[in-house]
C-alpha cells in the first residue's frame, strides 16, 4: 500500500462555521491589571471600546491540535454578524487604557499573530480524503480525535496594540493577554473578558451587515442621504453636508450625532419600523426624521483607518 504523507497545515480537517464567529459578537467586560471596561464585538470584524475608541479590529482564528499533537490552522474570518457578514472602516483615539501601545498604561507596540485551536473528527487513510461539512471528515483508515480551539486576535490600533486571547465559547469567555509589549508576556500583560449582553435592536439596526448603514434624514426643507458607520469610532457621514462627525447611542433607542459645524441632534430609534424622530439637541422645534434605505456592503474585508480627533 502506498505511503500517504497527510501535510496537516496545508490540509485542515475541520473548517470554522459562521456560527463560531457569530457566538462571539456581544459587549463584553474587558479585565486587566488596572480594572475593567467595556468592549464591543462588532460584525465585519470590527471591534470598539467607548472609553479608548480606535482603528481597531479583531478576527477569529481556529486550530485544529489532535491528541498526538499535530496542529491544524483555520482561518475563520470575524466576518459573522448580527444579521450576515459586515464590513467597514475604523479609527484611532487618544485615550490611555488597558491596552498595549505606545502609551502604556497596561500597553505594548508590536504585531503579532498567533493561531487557536479547533474540534472535530479527523480520519486520515492510506487513501483519498472525503472532506464535507463544516467539521471535516478524512475518510480512511485510523482517527484521531481533535480539540477545537478558538484564538481572538485583536489589533488595537498603534496607540494601545495587539492581543491574543483564547475564547470559550460555551461560558463566553476570553482569557490572553498583550502581544506587543516589549517588556512583559502575554501571561505578565494579561487580558481576560466575560460577555456581558447581546446587541439591541437598534444596534442591529445600525451595524447593517457590519459596515454600516444607510438612513434619508428629513427635516422642513427636504431629506438626503446619512450613514451610520459600524468602525472604531461611531463615524456618521452625510455627502450633502460634509463634516467629522459621530454618532453615540445612550440606552437602547436614544440616538445622539454630534455633527461638527451642523449642530448636534438627538433622535429616538423604533428598530421594528427602522425610523427616527427627534430633534436638534435642545430645539424641540427644529425637528428631523429618518428612516433606514439600507445596509451598507460588506466587501469581505475589514478595512480601518486612523481618526485623529472625535468627539470624545
Sequence with gaps: ????????????????????????????????????????????????????????????????????????????????????????????????????????????????????????????????????????????????????????????????????LEFDPAHKTMAGGCVSNPTQTKEQDWRKAQFKRPFSPVELALFGEGAGSEWMLQWEKGEFPIVFKCDGYNHFQCHQFPAHAHWELEGDNKLSIFWEKYGNYELVVDPVTKTMSGSAKGEPQNWRKARWTGNLPFMGTTVTEECSHHHH
Design 1 to 164: 500500500m502506498a505511503k500517504h504523507d497527510h501535510d496537516h497545515h496545508d490540509h485542515a480537517c475541520s473548517h470554522a462555521t459562521q456560527d463560531s464567529s457569530a457566538s462571539l459578537l456581544g459587549w463584553y467586560d474587558f479585565a486587566w491589571s488596572g480594572g475593567s471596561f467595556e468592549v464591543c464585538f462588532r460584525p465585519g470584524g470590527h471591534f470598539f471600546a467607548p472609553k479608548f475608541q480606535a482603528a481597531s479590529k479583531w478576527e477569529l482564528v481556529v486550530q485544529n491540535q489532535e491528541a498526538g499533537g499535530h496542529d491544524h490552522h483555520d482561518h475563520t474570518s470575524s466576518h459573522a454578524n448580527g444579521h450576515d457578514h459586515g464590513g467597514h472602516k475604523d479609527h484611532d483615539g487618544d485615550h490611555d487604557m488597558g491596552g498595549c501601545g505606545h502609551d502604556h498604561e497596561g500597553g505594548c507596540g508590536h504585531d503579532h499573530d498567533g493561531g487557536s485551536a479547533s474540534a472535530g473528527h479527523h480520519d486520515h487513510g492510506h487513501g483519498g480524503h472525503d472532506h464535507g461539512g463544516d467539521d471535516h471528515k478524512c475518510s480512511g483508515g485510523h482517527s484521531h480525535e481533535e480539540k477545537k480551539k478558538y484564538l481572538v486576535k485583536i489589533d488595537w490600533g498603534k496607540k494601545f496594540g495587539q492581543y491574543e
